[in-house]
Structures are given as C-alpha cells and as structure tokens.
C-alpha cells in the first residue's frame, strides 16, 4: 500500500475520532475516561506507544515530503513509514501485557497508527491543497514542508515528554493528564515562538515567491484578527464559512510571512492535538488549542456533507424535475469539489429560484450588495467564483448564483 492510501485510511480514522471527541466536549464529557494512578508496567506501555505514534508521524510527514517532491526517494520513505508502522504493532505487543493494561491513555497500535498518519495527512493536505512541487519547481515550497515537518515533530517530543512526566508525578485521570500535557507544551510560549521563528527563516528565504502557491491552505480566506495585526474581528474566519475550512491550516490570513508561519503553527498545533487525543482516546479541545480561541479552526471535519435532502425541491424545483436535478447536481458536485457547504446550498437554492438576475453576470457579481462594502468578502468572492468556473461540469449561471449568495444579493 503507497503512502497515498495509507494517509486516506488515517484521514478517514482521524475524522471519525475527531467527531467523537467534539461530541464528548459538547455533551461535557471531556475527560472522563479512567481513574487511578497507572503503575510502572502501565506506564511504560502508555509512553512507548506515544514514542511510536510519534515515530509514525515523523515517517508519514517523510514520505509525503519525498513522495511529492523527490520521487527517486519515494521507495525508501515509503519503506520507512512501514517499518514504523510495524513497530506500533511490536510495541504493543512487548510493552502492554493484556492482562495489565492501562486504565486511560491507551487505544492499541492499530488506533496509534491511523490517528498519526491521519493528523498528519490532515495537516499537509490542509496547508499544501494540491500536493507539493518539486524541489526543481519550487524550492521554497519544499522547504517550508520541511520546516514545518520539523516543528510537528517537537510537538510531539515535548507532548511525550511531558505526559512521561505527568504519569510518573501520579496523574490518575485523562483530564489531569490532558491539562498537564497541554500546559507543558504552552509553557512560557517558547514552542509556538521558536516554531514560528524557524518558519519565518524559512519563508525569509523564498525571495519573491508567492506565499498563496507555496502554501495554499493560509491564503484562502480572510485574516483572523491575532494573525492580522489588524482590526479583524476574531469571528472573521468562521467553522460555518466551508467544510474545507475545517482542516487544519485552512481558514487563515493571506498575508505575508509572519502571517503565513503563524497559520502553519496553528495548523501543526491541531493536528498535534488530533493525534494525541486518537492515540490515547484523550479530549482536549483542539478547537481552543490551536489558536485560542473557539472559532472552529480546528472543529469537526464532515467528509460527506448531507444538506436537507428537500433542497432541490423548492420553489421552480418543485414542478420541474429537469432544474431540479441540475440543482442536485450542481449541489453534490459543488460539495464534491469541497467549494464550502454555505455557498453550493446557495447556488442551488438560487437555480430553484430562476438564476440571478438578468444584470448580474461574473463581470460584477463580486462587486454587488454586501461585497461592494466589504473587500475581504468581495475577494473571498473572487476566489470562490475563480475555483467554481474552473470545474468543467459547473456553468456560468450556477457559479455567479452561488457567488451571488456569498455577497448576499437580494435573489436569495
């Protein structure tokens, strides 16, 4: 099996964790899994699975580096991340007696495994969309990847190191634990500044490159106020803006490299955490941990979206079954496409409702109502319009429609 169809197994695990997990948060469960102080035995099981999982995702973040950049490595990193792979399941088996498991932290290898490769396919697939260049096409690009593998990594030492050291203090619970291993890695801040001072070395590096191509995943929407320096709102990027946003790395500042490098780190910080709750059935609030703040930035991950199966049944839909299927299927193909939930329901909506306008063309739609007002939202337009034309099976009118809803034209 490639790296490839290793990464979308882990993806699929890791969504599936990832919902639990908020659900758990939501209904105020978080945490309440196991009581009592591990003994020896069980905490040496507990650590050397964590030094596995960590090796897992040092090994996938390699092979998708030389898999995409340097295909004459691929073989070897490819081999690596098996190894790894297979020293999960031989760790279990040495270091955890069935018989005297631990009562919290502990999942199995084979959940190990596909929470690592999982998180960290999440965070290369959300910041690097359409899969990396050669070196030869974009050095920087490459190096960037590299940097940021570098700054996962130290991630998961210090999370090991100090979950090592939070079960040797005594902790006797998954929330204790949890607080512990999250205060370790924020101590002082130093791990978020020196990842961000690494990345933005790197960066410096790029000369004049586009940061939009060399890391699509911070471009695409509007800045958050932290990252921004500006007077953003918090609330600017939304959970409620895309699916796709979901991802780490998506719903970030399109700025230049200081903004790029904190986007990265707080990419790198939700699939940390991603990971470490699938590796050890944890529950911190990934959502909060990565930035800060509750915005959905690192929230649910919904791989099939399924809007109100009644949609393509309204208003012109209802008596005419030839527009309502075009709108099921501009509506499954807009979602397919990961174009944002919000605006391929809009879209469709609106050919239910006859298409925009007559006036309303893709010349200025993004110029109209709401996005005459507000430029990030009339680039956000721009953007959305520019990927939806680009998918052959989409028309003109279905496009302007659903662009039309994101500046909030009066047809809807």
């Known amino acids: ?27 105020g469960a978080a945490g309440d899994i196991g009581e ?12 050397h699975m964590n030094k596995a999982g960590e090796a897992v995702s040092k090994a996938t973040s390699k092979a998708l580096i030389k898999c995409e950049s340097d295909a004459s490595s691929c ?29 919290f932290a502990f999942t199995g290898a084979e959940q190990v495994n596909e929470s690592a490769v999982g998180a960290t396919g999440l965070l290369f697939e ?49 929330l204790e634990l949890q607080r512990e291993i999250v205060a370790g890695i924020d101590e002082g801040g130093k791990l978020r500044s020196g990842a961000e001072h690494a990345l933005g070395r790197t960066i410096g590096k790029c000369n004049k490159a586009d940061l939009g191509d060399v890391v699509p995943g911070c471009s695409i929407l509007k800045p958050t106020a932290r990252n921004s320096g500006g007077d953003s709102k918090p609330d ?26 904190s986007c990265i780190v707080d990419a790198s910080r939700c ?41 393509c049944e309204r208003e012109l839909c209802a008596a005419d079954e030839e527009l309502s299927g075009q709108c099921s299927v501009f509506l499954a193909g807009c979602l397919a496409e990961e174009l944002g939930e919000e605006e391929c329901v809009g879209g469709a909506l609106l050919i239910c409702e006859g298409g925009p306008p007559e006036d309303v063309d893709e010349s200025n739609v993004c110029s109209r109502e709401l996005c005459e007002l507000d430029a990030d939202l009339a680039e ?13 099976d989409f028309n003109s009118e279905e496009c302007v429609g659903a662009a039309l809803f994101i500046c909030g034209g009066e047809a809807i």
């Open 1 to 27: 099996m490639g790296t490839r169809e290793i990464v979308k197994s882990g993806i699929a695990t890791a969504v599936a964790i990832l919902a639990a997990v908020t659900l758990l948060i939501e209904v």
């Open 36 to 47: 009592g102080e591990q003994d020896l035995e069980q905490q040496s099981c507990i650590n």
């Open 75 to 103: 073989d070897k990193a490819e081999a690596n991340l098996a190894k790894a792979l297979a020293r999960t399941e031989r760790t279990e088996k040495k270091k955890c007696d069935p018989k005297n498991l631990p009562d």
């Open 126 to 174: 959300g910041l690097f969309a359409n899969g990396l260049l050669t070196e030869d096409e974009n050095v920087c690009q490459v190096h960037v990847a590299k940097t940021t593998a570098r700054g996962l990594d130290m991630l998961y030492r210090v999370g090991n190191r100090s979950k090592r050291a939070s079960l040797a203090k005594g902790a006797d619970s998954a």
């Open 236 to 261: 600017d990027c939304k959970p409620g803006d895309s699916k796709r946003n979901s991802k780490p790395g998506d719903c970030k500042p399109p700025a230049g490299g200081g903004a790029v490098a």
């Open 271 to 311: 699939s940390w955490c991603l990971a470490f709750n699938g590796m050890d059935d944890l529950t911190i609030d990934c959502d909060d941990f990565d930035d800060g703040k509750e915005n959905g930035s690192c929230g649910e991950v919904d791989p099939d979206p399924d809007p109100d199966p009644e949609l």
């Open 380 to 392: 956000h337009c721009e953007e959305f319009l520019g990927l939806c034309l680009a998918v052959d």
